[in-house]
Structures are given as structure tokens and as C-alpha cells.
């Protein structure tokens, strides 16, 4: 069957999904155990190669993504980098928990419209509740994320994640984290308020589609088609330009200048991050190109 086009109201939950691995959300494949493709790129010099896997961060049972150049890199590597470490990622509830809660509580009828506010309450339903009047808007938005990739049937430790981990422990290789979850949640956390509105609003706009469209967007990110992707991760950002700047372009920027601060060293590593940060112009590939740096799209 061919993939229905990504909807642009996969909005906030597709830049969750491909963005922050703790959010856990919009990470659909094709059908299970269908071979899935990932876009991989590779900078290299004579003694050091550095391959930047796109991710998605929850996926189905049996999803086959590690094989071919992929599992080629896996081997070769010396070393994997992800956003977060596996102690890092650990730790990410308990930091969720300090940093979640509102000063003071607010009725989620005082934040949302009345139609926002029945879909929200429609997808609260397929579950537990999500005490969203203690917690700030961005917390309620990660949630709302978590949900969606439970209802999609979707499993964290299914993810790329997850698997390059039980492979690089298994092999004894080191494995390392470019952030810590208190940074990746303090990004939301410290965004204005007018910001995490706008975005909360986002994320509930046709929550009824939202287990459709993730997966559609995620049947994306297994053909490798960065331009599907792009669009996606577009329209989610470019309408909060404050939430593209701390979310995506800063930390853009900061990984860029890692992978050329690494360079310098010899060996081989595999560089593995959520798929959004891969692609169009503030991607991780398109700014290391910007400052003359060779990077080939190896998958």
C-alpha cells in the first residue's frame, strides 16, 4: 500500500518525535519487519569517519533498519553518540518530575479553546489522566506525545536507540551522550509562556488523525526521503520561530561544531540523532557543508 502524504497537522508531535528522545512520540515505521532505510551521511578525512544516522526514537516490534550500510557503520564504528546518553536517558523521568509542575495549577480550560480543549480530553480518555492543571504547557504537550506513541502501538525499546545500544554494550564499545536530559527539558522549560501556548495548541490541533500521521511520517523516515521530512519539521517550527531557534538551530549549530571538534582525533564513530535534526538548511549536514566541510549522503 503507498504511504498516505504526511498531513501538515502532525505538526508539534512530528517535531517531538524527530527532535527529543525523551518525548517518545510521532516514531512510527512501515509495516513490521519491512526494511526500512534510514538517510545516513558520512564526513571523513585520511584517519577519522563520523556517520550521522537520522533516528526514530519508538518504533514497532521487528522493524529491520539495522542492515545493509547501516549495520556496515555499525561495525565499523569505534564509538556511538546519541543525544542522550543511556544513564542520561535513565534519568530523564526523574528530571521530568522536577521540572514539570506549574508554580501554581491552571485549569486546562482556561489554556484551551473549547474545540482544542474536547480533543484534548478525547485523547486523555484512551488512558490515564494527565493532571495537565499542575503542569506546565510544554509537560502537557510531552504527554500528549508519550500517549500517541502508546496508542500507535509503539514501543520505546523497539526504537534506533535502544537497539544501537544492546549492540555497542555488547561489544564492549563506549557509548556517549551530546546533551544531558536536564538540558534537552530545560529547552521547553524555558521557553516564554506565549511560546509553550503556541505549541501545546499545536500539539492538540485533530489529535483524532495524530496515530495516522505520525505513522505516515515516520513511513518517511524509513524511505529516507529527507524532503517528506523537512516539509514536516517546516511547518512545525517555522510557526513558532522562537521554539526552531532553541530547539532545533541552536543545538544544530552546537553538534556541528562538535562533529568538526572531533574530526580532529582519528577513529570511527557512529553519530546517531533524531532524524529532524538532519535535514534542510539549520540541519546538521547543511551546516557542516556551509563551512566547508565534505559530507556525503551515504544512504
Given at each position: 500500500?503507498?504511504?498516505?502524504?504526511?498531513r501538515s497537522r502532525?505538526?508539534?508531535?512530528?517535531?517531538?518525535?524527530?527532535?527529543?528522545?525523551?518525548?517518545?512520540?510521532?516514531?512510527?515505521?512501515?509495516?513490521?519487519?519491512?526494511?526500512?532505510?534510514?538517510?545516513?551521511?558520512?564526513?571523513?578525512?585520511?584517519?577519522?569517519?563520523?556517520?550521522?544516522?537520522?533516528?526514530?526514537?519508538?518504533?514497532?516490534?521487528?522493524?529491520?533498519?539495522?542492515?545493509?550500510?547501516?549495520?556496515?557503520?555499525?561495525?565499523?564504528?569505534?564509538?556511538?553518540?546519541?543525544?542522550?546518553?543511556?544513564?542520561?536517558?535513565?534519568?530523564?523521568?526523574?528530571?521530568?518530575?522536577?521540572?514539570?509542575?506549574?508554580?501554581?495549577?491552571?485549569?486546562?480550560?482556561?489554556?484551551?479553546?473549547?474545540?482544542?480543549?474536547?480533543?484534548?480530553?478525547?485523547?486523555?480518555a484512551t488512558g490515564?489522566?494527565?493532571g495537565g492543571d499542575?503542569?506546565?504547557?510544554?509537560?502537557?504537550?510531552?504527554?500528549?506525545?508519550?500517549?500517541?506513541?502508546?496508542?500507535?502501538?509503539?514501543?520505546?525499546?523497539?526504537?534506533?536507540?535502544?537497539?544501537?545500544?544492546?549492540?555497542?554494550?555488547?561489544?564492549?564499545?563506549?557509548?556517549?551522550?551530546?546533551?544531558?536530559?536536564?538540558?534537552?527539558?530545560?529547552?521547553?522549560?524555558?521557553?516564554?509562556?506565549?511560546?509553550?501556548?503556541?505549541?501545546?495548541?499545536?500539539?492538540?490541533?485533530?489529535?483524532?488523525?495524530?496515530?495516522?500521521?505520525?505513522?505516515?511520517?515516520?513511513?518517511?523516515?524509513?524511505?529516507?526521503?529527507?524532503?517528506?521530512?523537512?516539509?514536516?519539521?517546516?511547518?512545525?517550527?517555522?510557526?513558532?520561530?522562537?521554539?526552531?531557534?532553541?530547539?532545533?538551530?541552536?543545538?544544530?549549530?552546537?553538534?556541528?561544531?562538535?562533529?568538526?571538534?572531533?574530526?580532529?582525533?582519528?577513529?570511527?564513530?557512529?553519530?546517531?540523532?533524531?532524524?529532524?535534526?538532519?535535514?534542510?538548511?539549520?540541519?546538521?549536514?547543511?551546516?557542516?557543508?556551509?563551512?566547508?566541510?565534505?559530507?556525503?549522503?551515504?544512504?
Open positions: 500500500m503507498k504511504p498516505e502524504p504526511v502532525a505538526r508539534a508531535r512530528g517535531l517531538a518525535a524527530a527532535l527529543l528522545p525523551f518525548l517518545l512520540a510521532g516514531c512510527a515505521a512501515p509495516e513490521p519487519r519491512a526494511q526500512a532505510r534510514p538517510a545516513m551521511w558520512l564526513v571523513e578525512d585520511s584517519d577519522t569517519h563520523i556517520y550521522i544516522l537520522g533516528t526514530m526514537h519508538a518504533l514497532p516490534a521487528g522493524t529491520d533498519w539495522a542492515h545493509g550500510k547501516v549495520a556496515r557503520a555499525i561495525d565499523a564504528a569505534d564509538e556511538l553518540v546519541m543525544e542522550l546518553s543511556p544513564r542520561e536517558l535513565a534519568a530523564a523521568g526523574g528530571v521530568f518530575q522536577t521540572l514539570a509542575p506549574r508554580t501554581e495549577p491552571m485549569a486546562m480550560e482556561k489554556r484551551l479553546t473549547a474545540d482544542a480543549l474536547a480533543q484534548y480530553r478525547a485523547l486523555e490515564d489522566n494527565f499542575a503542569l506546565d504547557d510544554w509537560a502537557v504537550m510531552v504527554l500528549m506525545g508519550q500517549r500517541v506513541t502508546r496508542n500507535a502501538e509503539l514501543d520505546p525499546s523497539e526504537g534506533v536507540e535502544s537497539e544501537l545500544t544492546a549492540k555497542f554494550a555488547a561489544a564492549a564499545k563506549p557509548i556517549d551522550g551530546l546533551e544531558t536530559a536536564k538540558m534537552q527539558l530545560t529547552l521547553f522549560e524555558t521557553l516564554d509562556p506565549e511560546t509553550q501556548r503556541a505549541l501545546l495548541t499545536r500539539a492538540v490541533e485533530d489529535t483524532g488523525r495524530s496515530v495516522r500521521d505520525v505513522k505516515a511520517l515516520v513511513a518517511s523516515w524509513a524511505r529516507g526521503d529527507v524532503s517528506a521530512l523537512e516539509q514536516v519539521i517546516n511547518e512545525d517550527v517555522d510557526a513558532v520561530p522562537a521554539a526552531r531557534k532553541a530547539i532545533l538551530t541552536d543545538r544544530n549549530r552546537q553538534w556541528s561544531a562538535w562533529v568538526k571538534q572531533r574530526m580532529e582525533r582519528p577513529g570511527t564513530v557512529l553519530m546517531a540523532v533524531g532524524a529532524g535534526h538532519l535535514v534542510g538548511t539549520d540541519g546538521v549536514p547543511a551546516m557542516l557543508e556551509a563551512e566547508g566541510v565534505k559530507v556525503t549522503r551515504v544512504q
